[in-house]
């Protein structure tokens, strides 16, 4: 693994959590703040789906560094996100009695499910492999106080 983390899959997958927790923190204020819970679905999927588990798929792509070697991994990054979106905007149109709705939840719903499985599929892969680079828990916490993430 480089240590140049920059095109990293743990970078890659941090940074889009990271977006996915800001816009989840906004629309939770914005909920708070006008009364409107129609998009509390919304909220929650994009915080779990969104924040928590890719920050998640970081520190397992950080624990088992040769995860981000598989062009895999991109896939499913991609698939993931792109998912997620059509997931949320299904959601949101689901919300206001739109009949459109369905094909986004459908496709998102589907491409999610791609993404996991191929994820499970990298993890199970790598984890199972003679000479694993696996790290122990204190190792991947000693690692990330000392990573340097250029976020430019």
Known sequence: MKNNMKN???QRFIRIAVL?????????????ISHQHIDKQVHVHGLLLGWVSCALFALVHTAWPRLQ???????HFWLHNLGLVMLLTGLVIERREATMAGPFLGIGSITLAVATVIFTWNVWRV???QNND???MKEVSGKLHHAHFDLS
């Open 8 to 10: 990293s899959m743990n």
């Open 134 to 136: 696996d790290l122990t």
């Open 69 to 75: 070697t598989l062009r895999s991994a991109a896939v």
């Open 20 to 32: 996915w927790f800001a816009a989840g923190i906004m629309l939770g204020i914005y909920m708070g």
């Open 127 to 129: 984890t199972t492999m």
